[in-house]
């Protein structure tokens, strides 16, 4: 079954509030989310979805925006 980007940004908010997750395409690049969200949300993907993310896997362009976390977290899933 797909994980829906709605569960995707529920898991963020509670990672980082005050955040547009919806829109923002730039949560790397902008700094919005640093080292220590990033490990977060690697742990936080692991326990709410039973998806565990490769070293390889952790660069910018996954974690930039919501939809491309969905995305890899669908990907990782389907792969199990």
């Known amino acids: 079954m797909a994980i829906q980007l709605e569960e995707v940004i529920e898991m ?33 993907a692991d326990e709410e979805f039973d998806v ?5 896997d952790i660069v910018p362009e996954n974690f930039n925006s919501a939809q491309s976390l969905c995305a890899l977290i ?3 899933a389907d792969e199990d």
């Open 74 to 76: 669908n990907r990782l």
């Open 52 to 56: 565990t993310i490769p070293a390889k």
């Open 12 to 44: 963020l908010e509670d990672i980082q509030e005050d955040v547009d997750y919806a829109t923002c395409t730039t949560l790397i690049d902008d700094h919005v989310l640093d080292s220590f969200d990033i490990l977060a949300i690697v742990s936080a």
